[in-house]
């Protein structure tokens, strides 16, 4: 493998990782549909500056060891966030540790394989993803109250919102993966488009069916809709584990693209690849196994804004004005 990879590839990571920890968080976090608009704006607007800047991560040391920093802190917190999910969700009687070991060895093999392997799954499993997620909540789309989307908007409320787009990561994995390309990335604004209108479409659902108030009851409001969408029992009972299993998936990319990234950053700053993977995996498995799991969320969403601000805004604006100034 020459760890390139295609237009198309990038298009299926991004839309496959925003069915992800994305669709999942969202919910989470919003307190109307009006916010709702405003993350996603803001999230569409980082991902324009992303694609439109030359920024190349690995020909600047400085620029792998700032990423791969940040890389490892937001894979610890996802790797904590899907850990709970997979426990609470899936496997009640399995050991956490046993859970939080699985997720690590699969990240530490994918990082090993590189960026290539990844989007080649990620393109062989796009449809089943993408077609599976839409099937279940055109299911629930009857049961939605319009009196849900009803809700009182403050105007405080925006830049709150707008900071909350940085959570939206697609921006940063087009930052990680664009040197991968092999030509340039400005096509990928399509899938960008996709998946935002799919996070806003699913979110929508959710607040339709269970509203704002039932959001913030339950724990995960996206599980919430797969377990009380009338499914036919065309085929097989109990569909909703396909359709877990499916987000599962989508979430393990977004790990899988911070981990082999990180390690292809970490080869850049003179660490072999062997040893970087073998570092980068005990560190985050000793780290994911003694997090607080009950505060993840609210901790990744921090980082990402934190974070963010500088990953996916500043230093992005930095090379587009440089370039700027060189033409």
Request: proline share 2%.
């Amino acid at each position: 493998m020459n760890n390139k990879i295609s237009i198309a590839q990038l298009q299926a990571l991004i839309i496959i990782a925003a069915l992800g920890f994305e669709i999942l968080i969202m919910p989470m976090v919003i307190s109307s549909t009006f916010e709702l608009c405003f993350i996603i704006i803001a999230g569409f607007l980082l991902c324009l500056l992303a694609v439109n800047s030359d920024i190349n991560i690995q020909g600047n040391k400085l620029l792998c060891f700032i990423y791969s920093v940040k890389n490892i802190l937001v894979a610890v917190l996802l790797i904590r966030i899907l850990t709970d999910v997979v426990k609470d969700v899936l496997l009640n009687d399995i050991l956490i540790y046993q859970i939080i070991f699985i997720i690590v060895l699969s990240a530490g093999y994918s990082a090993w394989k590189g960026i290539e392997a990844i989007a080649r799954i990620s393109q062989m499993l796009f449809w089943f993803v993408v077609i599976g997620t839409i099937y279940i909540y055109l299911m629930a789309v009857p049961d939605i109250d319009l009196g849900n989307f009803a809700g009182d908007f403050y105007f405080k409320n925006i830049i709150k919102s707008c900071l909350f787009g940085f959570v939206m990561n697609t921006a940063e994995i087009i930052i990680l993966i664009k040197s991968y390309l092999k030509r340039e990335s400005k096509r990928a604004i399509k899938a960008v488009i996709l998946s935002f209108l799919l996070v806003f479409a699913i979110t929508l659902v959710i607040i339709g069916k269970i509203g704002i108030n039932g959001m913030k009851r339950v724990e995960y409001p996206l599980f919430e809709i797969m377990y009380t969408a009338n499914l036919p029992n065309v085929f097989i009972k109990r569909q909703e584990g396909i359709f877990i299993a499916l987000w599962i998936i989508s979430a393990l990319v977004s790990v899988f693209i911070y981990f082999g990234t990180t390690v292809s950053f970490m080869e850049h700053m003179n660490i072999k690849k062997k040893s970087a993977t073998i570092m980068l995996m005990i560190f985050t498995f000793a780290l994911v196994l003694f997090y607080n799991g009950t505060k993840a969320v609210r901790t990744y969403c921090f980082l990402q804004i934190l974070g963010g601000i500088i990953t996916a805004f500043v230093i992005p604006l930095i090379y587009i004005f440089r370039r700027n100034k060189i033409e």
